[in-house]
């Protein structure tokens, strides 16, 4: 039975992939710090979709919690084959308004632990020849987008090189780089994101089936849609002086009744 490590699975896209991977047969590992929220997913996916359902409550922005991660991908008596590194979230606030404990914080979840879960899960997956890593980043990645698209653009180059070195080892590895969500990620950030068309917004299970079939293609970098797609490549053709503001601006309007202030995970 193929099993599949999700981390932040309890709503977006995290949620998106642990529901596809279940209906696919997966049994599933479920990793969030929320552990009351973490019960009630695991119960769902159970009942509607009759698999095997492990969780474990870590929180990935702490030692304690990569730690142990790390330990349940190693365990070879219970092999992971697709490890997903969706756990992130945004912080309420630009450089030097949001707090350096949070940016810090931010980038601990968002390079430190997807470097060590992906090199958990990497090893047993070579010896066996056999297995997959989806790190989701962002289309921010390819912008100015202070310490989060710093943070995801790192993401994207790691996940390209360990795919480059680990070729012909039966490891893939892929960097899904959507645009905007409808999740929780914008509320919990405090971000205000009415002003945006709706054209813009993409639909978290369709992105998780785009990056299923890319994985399946054998690709290094997903990016869902080809609205996301032409924005990339302007994002990339562009001087960043012209595209800077604009990137800054687009979805980073705050709340007036929910200020910038302590980050929220995803």
């Keep these: 039975m193929t099993t599949s490590l999700v981390t932040g699975p309890t709503a977006g896209i995290g949620a998106a992939f642990a529901r596809q991977l279940a209906a696919k047969g997966h049994a599933l590992v479920l990793v969030s710090r929320d552990e009351e929220r973490l019960g009630r997913t695991a119960d769902e996916l159970r009942e509607r979709y009759g698999v095997a359902v492990e969780v474990l409550a870590a929180d990935l922005a702490t030692e304690p919690g990569i730690a142990a991660v790390e330990e349940r991908l190693r365990d070879a008596s219970r092999p992971v084959d697709l490890l997903v590194n969706n756990a992130g979230f945004g912080n309420r606030g630009t450089f030097l308004v949001a707090p350096m404990a949070d940016e810090l914080r931010m980038l601990r979840l968002h390079c430190e632990a997807v470097l060590r879960l992906t090199a958990a899960a990497a090893e047993g997956m070579r010896e066996r020849g056999r297995g997959a890593v989806v790190n989701v980043a962002s289309v921010a990645a390819f912008m100015p987008r202070g310490t989060y698209g710093a943070s995801k653009a790192w993401v994207v180059r790691f996940t390209e090189g360990a795919a480059q ?63 996301y797609k032409l924005a990339v490549a302007l994002a990339r053709h562009t001087p960043t002086r012209m595209f800077a503001a604009a990137s800054t601006r687009t979805g980073r309007r705050y709340d007036p009744k929910n200020p910038p202030g302590p980050r929220t995970p995803r």
């Design 165 to 227: 070195e680990l070729r012909g080892s039966g490891v893939r590895l892929l960097a899904l780089c959507p645009g905007f969500v409808r999740t929780e990620f914008h509320a919990r950030a405090g971000m205000n994101a009415d002003a945006l068309p709706s054209w813009a917004w993409l639909d978290a299970d369709k992105v998780v089936a785009a990056a299923l079939r890319d994985l399946a293609r054998g690709r290094t970098v997903s990016v869902p849609d080809p609205r």
